[in-house]
């Protein structure tokens, strides 16, 4: 079973705007995939508001499916639906898999 962590960042200023467009992508895809566990996470160290001299929050959206995990096609799903984002992301989107350690 693979699950994504993808990490970026985004502007202080337009973090609202990405919210919105963020959670609007996730739901899309929960709807076309019911099992589809998402989140989306911010570091906590970064300021939340645009009154800070820091401009820049992390952020990170992870993706897990029961039973069969992220395969390739889904994730190439996720990464198509994500492209409505770039206009907020500043660089790039940086995906990590991990799977389940072995008992």
């Known amino acids: 079973m693979r699950d994504l962590f993808i990490y ?3 502007e202080v200023a337009s973090a609202p705007f990405a919210l919105a467009a963020a959670q609007a992508m996730q739901h899309r895809l929960r709807e076309k995939h019911p ?4 989140r989306l996470l911010r570091r906590p ?9 820091t401009t820049l929050q992390t952020w990170m959206e992870t993706y897990s499916l ?6 390739p096609e889904l994730q190439a ?7 409505e984002l770039k206009a907020y992301i500043v660089g ?3 995906t990590e898999i991990f ?3 072995a008992s």
């Open 8 to 10: 970026y960042r985004i």
């Open 35 to 38: 099992q589809l566990a998402v």
């Open 45 to 53: 160290d970064e300021p939340a508001s645009s009154t800070t001299p």
């Open 66 to 71: 029961t039973g069969t995990g992220i395969t």
């Open 77 to 83: 799903e996720i990464e198509q639906a994500a492209s």
């Open 92 to 94: 790039e989107r940086h």
């Open 99 to 101: 799977v389940p350690c």
